[in-house]
């Protein structure tokens, strides 16, 4: 029997876990399975005293292109939101700090790992866009994470426009941590210093850090899923869903 080839590849070395998205036949998008195995690899690495940190890291030029819009489609529409909010969840609730380290693309729903992510590290491959306004969509459910994070008014703008912008404005409006030219020097330099921490500290200081981005979470889940079902199921997002698969225009721009 075939084995099949992970859509997430674990590997744990100098007490980090590294999770690499390696799904290059839809840019590493959120399908339920490549969801499913990072749960289950931060669940893994939470539950290792040995690790200290977890990165979530990427193969080829694409960190996440958002929703595997393939999947899009079922009797329940909540079920997609649902997943996404548990996973983005399980990132902020994992005791250890979790680094995204970024050095390509990133759109719609993978931005919600940003948010979700203690620290980022983008390289100047890194491009990001908040896709979802020029599909129908909103970004609902990784507003969750991304809200207590972002500057008001370039999540105004980002939001609205759907526009793309590089590492240095994403450092600027707070997606990410740092904007590198090297992303692993800069990463070196996170997890040396996670390795000088006690556990307990860290595990109690993330919580503080986090603090805020858990009680969006715990007030607005329901909303926001709720959103996110109504807009995936509208016949405006379906058009816009169809356009971007058969790359054409949706019947609205101009």
């Known amino acids: 029997m ?5 859509f997430v590849r674990v590997t744990t070395a100098d007490a980090v876990t590294t999770l690499e998205l390696d799904s290059p036949h839809n ?9 499913a195995e990072l749960t289950a690899g931060l669940a893994e690495a939470a539950a290792d005293p040995g690790v200290r940190a977890v990165v979530l890291g990427h ?13 899009a489609t079922g009797d329940d529409p909540t079920v997609g939101p649902r997943g996404l ?5 399980a990132i902020v609730e994992c005791a250890k700090p979790v680094v995204a380290a970024v050095d390509g693309h990133v759109r719609a729903g993978g931005l919600g790992l940003l948010g979700a992510a203690d620290l980022v590290v983008a390289g100047p491959q890194s491009t990001f866009a908040f ?22 008014r370039a999540a105004s703008r980002y939001y609205l426009t759907g526009e793309t912008f590089d590492a240095a404005e994403a450092a600027r409006i707070g997606l990410v ?11 070196k330099v996170f997890l040396d210093a996670f390795r000088l921490c006690s556990p307990q500290g860290l595990a109690e200081t993330k919580r503080l850090a986090t603090a805020d981005v858990l009680a ?21 997002a379906q058009e816009g869903m169809r356009a971007f698969l058969e790359r054409r225009p949706a019947r609205w721009a101009s």
């Open 27 to 35: 840019r590493n998008a959120l399908s339920t399975r490549l969801m």
């Open 2 to 6: 075939t084995r099949e080839v992970p």
């Open 216 to 236: 969006s979470f715990e007030r607005d889940t329901e909303e926001r899923v709720a959103q996110s079902a109504r807009l995936f199921g509208s016949s405006e």
């Open 131 to 152: 896709t979802e306004v020029r599909l129908g969509l909103a970004p609902a459910v990784i507003s969750l994470p991304l809200r207590a994070r972002l500057d008001p």
């Open 85 to 89: 909010v548990a996973l983005q969840r």
């Open 177 to 187: 941590t740092e904007a590198a030219e090297d992303v692993a020097a800069s990463l």
């Open 59 to 71: 193969t080829g030029k694409v960190f996440c292109a958002g929703a595997d819009l393939s999947e």
